[in-house]
C-alpha cells in the first residue's frame, strides 16, 4: 500500500512569489492534515480537511490557504511569501472517522523562500 | 489551548542501555490522546507508540514503553536496549478526543537523541 506522497520534496522560491504544495494520502483516508516545522517554531498545525471540507485550523495568516479533492489528494498554497515562510511543510493522512486513526506522514516540502 | 513540552533538547545513550525522554502536557480536557513520533533524517514522522488517557494500563510496543501519569499530566517515553536506528527527533504529541473528530496534534520541540555505539 503507497504512503502518504508530497511533491514537489524541494523548492526554493524568490520572497513575493506564491507556492502551491501537493499532497495525495494514503488509498482510503479521507482526512488531510498539514503542518509547517520550523527550527524555531517546532511543528504546528496548518489546517485539516476532512472529505473537501476545511475541520479544523491552525492560527496562520490568510496567506496560507488549502484545499482538498474529491479523490481527497490536497493542495496548500502560500501567497506573497515571505523569509519567515521557509519550512518543512508535512502532510499527514488518515481514515478521519472513529475515536483514534493513527496519522501517516508524507516526507514533506522544504520550502525554501530567498 | 493545549501545550506540550519537552525539557530535553537532546539526550544521548550508549547502545544497549536505557533512556527515558521526558514529556508533559497542560490540557483541561479529561480524554485525549498522547503519541510519540520519531523523525529521523529522512523527515519522515512514524508513529511509535500511543496512549489513550482513559487507560490507566501504560502502553508498550516492543523496546518502547510509556510512563504516563494523568493526575501529573506527564507522558515519558522509555527505550530499552537502545539500537544505533534509535537516532532520530523524538516528538511528543496530544490529540484531543472528539471535536468533531478533529485529527489535529499539538507537538512539543522535540528530543533529539543520538545513540553512541
Known amino acids: 500500500k503507497a504512503g502518504v506522497t508530497q511533491t514537489p520534496r524541494y523548492l526554493i522560491k524568490t520572497r513575493g512569489q506564491q507556492v502551491t504544495l501537493s499532497c495525495s494520502p494514503i488509498?482510503?483516508?479521507?482526512?488531510v492534515s498539514w503542518y509547517q516545522q520550523t527550527p524555531g517554531q517546532g511543528l504546528q498545525f496548518l489546517f485539516e480537511?476532512?472529505?473537501?471540507?476545511?475541520?479544523n485550523k491552525g492560527n496562520f495568516p490568510g496567506r496560507f490557504s488549502g484545499r482538498q479533492f474529491s479523490n481527497s489528494r490536497s493542495e496548500m498554497n502560500v501567497s506573497t511569501l515571505e523569509l519567515g515562510d521557509s519550512a518543512l511543510y508535512l502532510c499527514?493522512?488518515?481514515?478521519?472517522?472513529?475515536?483514534?486513526?493513527?496519522?501517516?506522514f508524507g516526507q514533506g516540502t522544504r520550502l525554501t523562500v530567498v | 489551548a493545549q501545550t506540550v513540552t519537552q525539557s530535553q533538547p537532546e539526550m544521548s545513550v550508549q547502545e544497549a542501555e536505557t533512556v527515558t525522554l521526558s514529556c508533559t502536557y497542560d490540557?483541561?480536557?479529561?480524554?485525549?490522546?498522547l503519541f510519540w513520533y520519531k523523525q529521523p533524517p529522512s523527515r519522515q514522522m512514524i508513529l511509535v507508540i500511543r496512549?489513550?488517557?482513559?487507560?490507566?494500563q501504560n502502553a508498550t510496543e516492543n523496546r518502547f514503553s510509556v510512563n504516563f501519569q494523568k493526575a501529573a499530566k506527564s507522558f515519558s517515553l522509555k527505550i530499552s536496549d537502545s539500537q544505533l536506528g534509535d537516532a532520530a527527533m523524538y516528538f511528543c504529541?496530544?490529540?484531543?478526543?472528539?471535536?468533531?473528530?478533529?485529527?489535529?496534534?499539538?507537538f512539543g520541540k522535540g528530543t533529539k537523541l543520538t545513540v553512541n555505539p
Open positions: 499527514a493522512s488518515s481514515l478521519g472517522i472513529g475515536p483514534v486513526t493513527e496519522a501517516f
Open positions: 488509498s482510503g483516508h479521507r482526512s
Open positions: 480537511y476532512f472529505s473537501e471540507t476545511q475541520r
Open positions: 496512549q489513550e488517557a482513559y487507560k490507566q
Open positions: 504529541a496530544y490529540r484531543s478526543y472528539g471535536q468533531g473528530g478533529s485529527e489535529k496534534l499539538v
Open positions: 490540557t483541561s480536557e479529561s480524554d485525549y490522546y
